[in-house]
């Protein structure tokens, strides 16, 4: 899929009042918020309309409050934590569509920020509602979509709303779908893609769009037994999706058709149960013993998983290689993370997990980028289209 969408230097928006809708759906532990990044991701967009002197009204969902406002899933803590990193005054509205939200957007002036609740204490929202899209809209003159981890969902204030205002994406969206776009349409080569985390089922539409583009496709984590059964081989009690074997052999079948090499774990480490201090063995992967299971890729797998990394020109990345967050599964998520980072390649890790190991292991500086949307940056791999950047309007 490739967007030739207008972003926000392609409208006038100096002195307009301006719906941005971000994904401010951060991680919080007892109202404190653990992980800023995904608001430090929206401060570019929000940075330039402020120096356009643009009323700016912000919206977001936080977690699943279900339709109902409940003031668990305020954001509240997020209004506090960008205005200290903006230095600029945020003011939260008490509800979105509602009379404070309307009159405070009402009295909005150039260079102010005010922030509507949560959108999802209305159901209409993920029902991506007209009228709610409309009402969302009458606050503003133009809207800016810049929540990449949304916009792979046709909600009202990620889709919705651009029925009804000028609609642009916003810096943060333009550089996903730039470097994700480019890294599907003309890649740097060799184009290497890693694949991992526990379930075929969710990966089969990546997989298949994939070996249409890259040179080599590398399965590990609990996605691979199920390809390792598909060939006949023993993987104990291993994770496995008994109805996805044939979809397997289909997928090993195209990857020789059209020259893709396809690369699984040759051993792994094994335990008999799911826990971190379980007694480990390592096994060939075909070969597992019944009451094993395998829970992260073997030593003689890290190094073949490697050196086909080395002089990659470019490396997509989604799910681990085991069960990394037992420490004692983790080796072989963190030298593919580190793999990656040592490349030299353009790297991109699609979101989620992967994400989350390479800033665990400390990798994160040297990877090209990390997508801010586990599930939309999938979608965007599948090469499906993403509402929330479709609704966009059209560069002339
Ligand atoms: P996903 O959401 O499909 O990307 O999967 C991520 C999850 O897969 C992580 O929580 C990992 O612990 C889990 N995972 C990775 N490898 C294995 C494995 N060999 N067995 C069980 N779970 C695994």
């Known amino acids: 899929m490739t967007y030739n969408k207008k972003g926000i230097e392609d409208i006038d928006v100096t002195g307009k009042k301006v719906l941005v809708r971000c994904d401010f759906n951060v991680p919080l532990e007892d109202g404190k918020i653990t992980d800023d990044n995904r608001i430090v991701g929206a401060l570019p967009t929000i940075k330039h309309l402020l120096s356009k002197k643009a009323k700016i009204i912000l919206c977001s969902h936080m977690g699943r409050p279900k339709g109902e406002f409940n003031m668990k899933y305020t954001l509240e803590p997020v209004a506090g934590r960008l205005a200290e990193l903006l230095g600029v005054k945020v003011t939260l509205a008490a509800d979105v569509i509602g009379e404070d939200a309307k009159s405070k ?90 694949l991992g985390g526990a379930k075929v089922s969710d990966k089969i539409g990546v997989i298949n769009n994939l070996l249409e ?43 020789k058709k059209n020259g893709v090499n396809f690369l699984l774990p040759i051993d792994t480490v094994c335990a008999k149960e799911f826990a971190n201090e379980a007694e480990q063995a390592i096994y060939n992967t075909n070969d597992i013993p019944d009451d094993w299971m395998g829970l992260d890729i073997g030593p003689k797998t890290i190094k073949a998983f490697s050196d086909a990394l080395k002089g990659a020109g470019t490396i997509v990345w989604n799910g681990p290689m085991g069960v990394f967050e037992f420490d004692n599964f983790a080796n072989g998520t963190k030298a593919v993370a580190q793999a990656v980072a040592e490349s030299g390649a353009i790297s991109i890790i699609g979101g989620g997990d992967s994400a989350a190991a390479v800033e665990k292991f400390g990798f994160a500086d040297k990877i090209t980028h990390i997508s801010t949307g586990g599930g939309a940056s999938l979608e965007f791999l599948e090469g499906l289209e993403l509402p929330g950047i479709a609704c966009l309007n059209e560069k002339n």
Not at 222 to 247: H, P, Q, R, V, W
Request: hydrophobic share 45%; net charge negative.
């Open 105 to 194: 957007a009402a009295a909005l002036k150039s260079g102010e920020i005010l922030l509507l609740e949560n959108v999802r204490f209305h159901k209409e929202e993920e029902k991506n509602d007209p009228d709610f899209s409309k009402e969302l809209a009458s606050l503003a003159e133009i809207y800016v979509n810049d929540a990449f981890g949304t916009a792979h969902r046709a909600h009202a204030s990620t889709a919705g709303v651009a029925d009804y205002l000028p609609a642009v994406c916003g810096y943060l969206i333009q550089k996903e779908i730039a470097v994700m776009g480019k890294a599907l349409s003309d890649p740097k080569r060799p184009f290497v893609a890693i």
């Open 213 to 255: 583009k890259v040179d080599t496709i590398i399965v590990g984590g609990g996605m691979a037994y199920t390809f390792e059964k598909a060939t006949g081989g023993n993987i104990g009690k291993s994770l496995c999706e008994l109805d996805k074997l044939d979809m397997a052999k289909d997928l090993l079948e195209k990857a």
